[in-house]
């Protein structure tokens, strides 16, 4: 596998190679994909800084994740929304990407904030070896259900504070 590249954050000149990212990674939905981003991207509870990036040595974009705050019961999580991989490059560690933007943002923001966890709706054999649980083991649910994905949740306090409670979405996310 290459190494994996720094992170950092998104810049408006990446925008259309993040949207080739989406539509390689998502072919069935891209476009809807891409919309969901921008709307993710333009929501009230967006922090530009939120938005991540692992640029190659050229500083094109190869990785991007998205977290956008959202409510947990009475407290806050991030939902991490969407990802994206150069799907061309067979050569990229997309879990220790996840792994590493996920630290990016809990190291630089989610502290600061009171974030009590990473949500993401995906495959739980590619989530757990990186502390994701199924929500459902921490009694935390979502109104919105994705086919083919499971709610998947990560605790940034250590255990320190229960997860429990529902997911409250921006209302374009259904």
Same mark, same amino acid.
Not at 85 to 92: E, H, I
Not at 123 to 150: N, R
């Given at each position: 596998?290459?190494?994996?590249?720094? @992170? &950092?954050?998104?810049?408006?000149?990446?925008?259309?190679?993040?949207?080739?990212?989406?539509?390689?990674?998502? $072919?069935?939905? !891209?476009?809807?994909?891409?919309? &969901?981003?921008?709307?993710?991207?333009?929501?009230?509870?967006?922090?530009?800084?939120?938005?991540?990036?692992?640029?190659? =040595?050229? =500083?094109?974009?190869?990785?991007?994740?998205?977290?956008?705050?959202?409510? @947990?019961?009475?407290?806050? *999580? /991030?939902?991490?929304?969407?990802? *994206?991989?150069?799907?061309?490059? =067979? =050569?990229l560690?997309? $879990? !220790?990407?996840?792994?590493?933007?996920?630290?990016?943002?809990?190291?630089?923001?989610?502290?600061?904030?009171?974030? /009590?966890? +990473?949500?993401?709706?995906?495959?739980?054999? /590619?989530?757990e $070896?990186?502390?994701?649980? $199924?929500?459902?083991?921490?009694?935390?649910?979502?109104? +919105?259900?994705?086919?083919g994905?499971?709610? @998947?949740?990560?605790? /940034?306090?250590?255990?320190?504070?229960?997860?429990? !409670?529902?997911?409250?979405?921006?209302?374009?996310?259904?």
């Amino acid at each position: 596998m290459a190494p994996r590249p720094e @992170l &950092r954050t998104e810049k408006d000149a990446d925008r259309s190679r993040v949207a080739t990212l989406l539509a390689r990674t998502y $072919p069935e939905d !891209g476009a809807a994909v891409i919309e &969901r981003a921008a709307k993710l991207r333009a929501h009230t509870s967006a922090r530009k800084e939120f938005a991540i990036i692992g640029p190659d =040595d050229d =500083d094109i974009a190869l990785f991007f994740a998205l977290f956008t705050p959202v409510e @947990l019961g009475k407290n806050h *999580a /991030l939902l991490m929304a969407p990802v *994206a991989v150069d799907t061309y490059r =067979d =050569d990229l560690d997309v $879990p !220790g990407f996840i792994s590493a933007a996920i630290t990016h943002v809990q190291k630089r923001f989610a502290a600061d904030d009171n974030f /009590l966890a +990473v949500v993401v709706h995906g495959a739980l054999e /590619l989530y757990e $070896p990186l502390g994701f649980v $199924p929500a459902y083991t921490v009694e935390v649910d979502s109104k +919105v259900k994705f086919p083919g994905s499971a709610l @998947l949740v990560k605790d /940034l306090t250590g255990g320190k504070q229960p997860l429990k !409670g529902q997911l409250k979405y921006p209302p374009f996310l259904k």
